[in-house]
């Protein structure tokens, strides 16, 4: 054992105390050098967390009247992506509404009755009573209710509806003590395959359910009827179910990126492969729908006929699809960019039986897009207007010519296919 005398322990003691002192500065300057917590002003949304910081943007205006989106902490005992998911909850499905319908029928008596129709799903986009849906949710509708989150129900009725991207707005008249929460438009150009989504809808009436998924596909051209071919859909593997029809796509901020439309499947319940009609499509249908009534789009005056096998032996002609150029309205801007009508009458149809002429052009593209189906046509005008000028690409004389031709409106003709 080792003595220490009085003057030992004296410095001892002082040296001990200098030690302590030192490393008491030392820990308040590693405490001080950390960043502190950030705080969170109120409205602020939190866009990354990490051990040492909150970071925040300040920039809470995501869109004009949308207001931000509170994200929960974790400290709530949420993961970030259940808080965020119960942030868009919250925020978005008092503005989902639940439509059903009812058609009229007849009964054993031939006496006309009101029977149940279907249903489907809604969002609010205006204060006023405006809800955006799809067409084939309110398809040979006689009434249309639309129930809100609060159990009320009101009488909707059809402010315009437009089949090749099968969007409608309807309207309901809320009381005026009635504050109606809404859904805003997002943005649906620069979604990113892999991108978080969330559908909140109706599936087998079960009101204002929320799935969850990611962004499968982009572009996606969806052939939903005969001569309907609805281009660029989203694709998505949230589930979609019968009911989810009409219903809000949303991003991870609560905006409406896409309108849920339609689902692939065998068994009619969700697979995993839905398909929602992006909300750019819808934005600009939406707007002309309410101004209107209608969508009006640039069309050419031309009377169409679905070019096939026995038409082309027929005819000589050396293709068998495209769509072929019956008759073109005198006057028109298709005839003045040179399209060619037939000049062979013939008698064509089993049943429908009526004239078509015979030895015109063949439309077989117009822009980037392939016509083979009057769908194909339909669809490669969607977002045109009058005054737009498009690239046709024909079939004649066994050769393939492209003519540039001025579009015009609707209004002036019965149809676009038809003269």
């Not at 109606?180 to 359910?209: C, H, M, W, Y």
Request: glycine fraction near 10%; aromatic fraction near 6%.
């Amino acid at each position: 054992m080792k003595l220490y005398s009085k003057r030992h322990l004296i410095i001892s003691c002082a040296i001990s105390g200098a030690a302590a002192a030192c490393l008491a500065v030392g820990v308040s300057l590693g405490i001080s050098g950390r960043r502190a917590p950030a705080t969170v002003d109120e409205g602020s949304t939190i866009i990354a967390r990490t051990d040492e910081e909150l970071i925040t943007t300040d920039d809470t205006q995501l869109e004009t009247n949308t207001p931000a989106l509170a994200v929960a902490s974790p400290a709530s005992g949420y993961t970030q992506d259940e808080a965020q998911n119960i942030a868009v909850y919250e925020k978005c499905n008092e503005a989902v509404v639940n439509i059903t319908t009812q058609v009229m029928s007849t009964n054993w008596f031939w006496e006309p009755v009101l029977t149940s129709g279907g249903s489907g799903s809604g969002s609010i986009i205006d204060k006023r009573g405006y809800v955006i849906t799809n067409v084939h949710v309110i398809d040979n509708a006689t009434k249309i209710t639309i129930s809100l989150h609060d159990g009320t129900s009101y009488d909707g009725t059809v402010v315009g509806k437009d089949v090749e991207s099968d969007i409608a707005v309807l309207k309901f008249t809320p009381p005026k003590d009635k504050e109606l929460k809404t859904i805003a438009f997002g943005d649906s150009e620069n979604l990113k395959v892999g991108q978080k989504v969330i559908a909140i809808g109706n599936p087998f009436a079960l009101e204002r359910t929320m799935t969850t998924g990611i962004i499968s596909g982009l572009g996606r051209p969806i052939q939903e009827s005969e001569n309907v071919i609805i281009r660029n859909m989203i694709q998505t593997d949230a589930a979609i179910n019968p009911g989810n029809s009409g219903g809000p796509l949303l991003d991870s901020q609560g905006r409406m990126i896409g309108v849920n439309t339609i689902i692939y499947s065998s068994s009619g319940s969700s697979s995993g492969v839905g398909f929602a009609v992006p909300v750019s499509t819808a934005r600009r249908v939406v707007n002309e729908l309410i101004q209107y009534g209608k969508v009006n789009r640039g069309v050419m005056m031309v009377s169409l006929v679905q070019n096939s096998s026995s038409l082309a032996r027929y005819a000589g002609y050396g293709i068998s699809t495209g769509m072929i150029v019956s008759r073109i309205r005198s006057g028109s801007q298709a005839e003045a960019a040179g399209l060619k009508g037939g000049t062979t009458a013939v008698r064509y149809g089993t049943f429908n039986v009526k004239t078509i002429y015979l030895g015109g052009d063949i439309i077989t593209a117009i822009g980037d897009i392939q016509v083979n189906t009057l769908a194909d046509y339909y669809a490669a005008l969607e977002d045109k207007v009058p005054g737009d000028k498009v690239n046709v690409t024909v079939y004649r004389n066994k050769k393939y010519e492209t003519l540039t031709v001025q579009l015009e409106s609707e209004e002036d003709t019965s149809g676009s296919s038809s003269i």
